[in-house]
């Protein structure tokens, strides 16, 4: 079974850092691009961040641009999104997502349909 596995979230004040990680389980990234996306309650869930299979492109939410990084690890099978000068409106659950060879990369990265599989999610809280 193809699973991505979210790890890294938990409570932080305004202006400090958490990294996330997302780790494959029973399968290779090697030729998965991954979507980093959040979701509030009553919100529609939103694409954050985004790293090709190379690690080579990325994309970014103009909300985020400058505070966080997304990257890859040389293996491969980890996918970490470096979280910087958090702020009370980053809160909520991340999650990632897996786009086969890439499909997704361009102007519909942020969409969230196509990707699989997705993560269970990680809660993020950002407040004082």
């Known amino acids: 079974q193809l699973q991505l596995v979210e790890s890294g979230g938990g409570l932080v004040q305004p202006g400090g850092s958490l990294r996330l990680s997302c780790a494959a389980s029973g399968f290779s990234l090697e030729y998965y691009a991954i979507g980093w996306f959040r979701q509030v309650p009553g919100k529609e869930r939103e694409g954050v961040s985004y790293?090709?299979?190379?690690?080579?492109?990325?994309m970014y939410a103009d909300s985020v641009k400058g505070r966080f990084t997304i990257s890859r690890d040389k293996a491969g099978n980890t996918v970490y999104l470096q979280m910087n000068t958090l702020k009370p409106e980053d809160t909520a659950v991340y999650y990632c997502a897996g786009d086969k060879y890439g499909a997704r990369y361009g102007n519909t990265w942020h969409l969230p349909r196509g990707y699989v599989p997705w993560g269970q999610g990680t809660q993020v809280t950002v407040s004082s």
């Open positions: 790293i090709s299979s190379s690690g080579g492109n990325t």
